[in-house]
């Protein structure tokens, strides 16, 4: 599908988060090398950071011409917003005058506010929200249901048929799969109140990109879905693990600000990049269809480059 924001927009949508970061001092270092990710990976232009000119709200607003591309810029000054730390009063207002000026100051935007003003447990209340929202575009299609459906959740069917992937052959998606939850010792979609059919459909899109599960591979699969199909389902699925790894929307045990670590945000330019040369968007395939088939085949299938960090 067309992007909504291209190389044309690269130079006013990176000055609009330099301008929006200049709080407290001005951008941090974890801000300043996301705008550079983003200008590697997600642009694809050849920007120098520290030569970019900062946009005030007003001068930010002209130069993007649709709704489409203002809520893009405003989820971005979000993802920005959320990699400061510690995440500031002064960060929220600016980032909410420059969300206005560019038409909304809608419902992501609240994530931030609240984890200001009421805490986390707010926080994830407005992103849960937000993932209601765009969860049955998420789910694996062959256990998507009727349009309308609730989630499935608890289902004893589902995870014994889960558990049969360990008579698919060797080197294939079904084995590589089950591997995964039996390597990070996750139990599988199915036999918990999570909804499954979202779960057997991320944690299929890990094997296939080849990301673990952790801080910065979550991040680096949402940069890369989101250059496969720059949808409002990947930007929420970004959002949400830019939330949960930078600012602890859900509590997972783990360090934050996983972005601030050493080669976190080249691995992340490079999963936006990997998802711009795909051929096609693996993370909505029916999965499940192909369980039996080798992983290489499935990779090759959609173009997936091979990892290099």
Do not use: K
């Not at 080197?171 to 010792?185: K, Q, T, V």
């Amino acid at each position: 599908m067309p992007r909504i924001l291209d190389a044309q927009h690269a130079v006013p949508a990176l000055g609009t988060l330099l301008g929006a970061c200049d709080v407290d001092g001005g951008p941090t270092d974890e801000q300043r090398s996301l705008v550079g990710a983003l200008a590697s990976g997600y642009f694809h232009a050849d920007v120098d950071v520290d030569e970019l000119v900062p946009l005030g709200p007003v001068d930010a607003a002209g130069c993007f011409g649709t709704e489409a591309e203002r809520r893009r810029v405003r989820q971005l000054l979000l993802v920005a917003e959320l990699c400061r730390h510690p995440l500031t009063e002064a960060q929220v207002t600016r980032t909410a005058e420059y969300a206005r000026a560019l038409g909304g100051d809608g419902e992501l935007q609240e994530i931030a506010r609240d984890l200001v003003a009421d805490g986390v447990a707010h926080a994830r209340d407005d992103f849960f929200r937000a993932l209601d929202r765009v969860e049955p575009g998420l789910r694996e299609p062959a256990l998507a249901g009727a349009p309308g459906s609730d989630p499935i959740r608890e289902d004893a069917d589902l995870a014994q048929r889960l558990r049969a992937l360990r008579h698919c052959p060797p080197g294939s998606l079904g084995r590589a799969y089950l591997a995964f939850y039996d390597d990070h010792g996750f139990a599988l979609p199915g036999t918990d109140n999570h909804p499954a059919a979202l779960f057997v459909a991320h944690d299929m899109s890990h094997v296939i990109a080849g990301y673990e599960p952790t801080g910065v591979g979550e991040i680096s699969l949402g940069a890369m879905q989101l250059a496969m199909a720059d949808t409002d389902e990947h930007w929420v699925q970004l959002l949400g693990t830019i939330g949960v790894h930078e600012a602890g929307l859900v509590p997972i045990g783990a360090p934050l600000a996983a972005l601030a670590r050493p080669g976190a945000v080249e691995t992340v330019a490079e999963g936006f990049d990997r998802g711009a040369r795909c051929g096609a968007d693996f993370t909505v395939a029916d999965h499940l269809s192909m369980v039996d088939e080798p992983l290489d085949r499935v990779r090759a299938r959609f173009g997936v480059p091979p990892r290099q960090r």
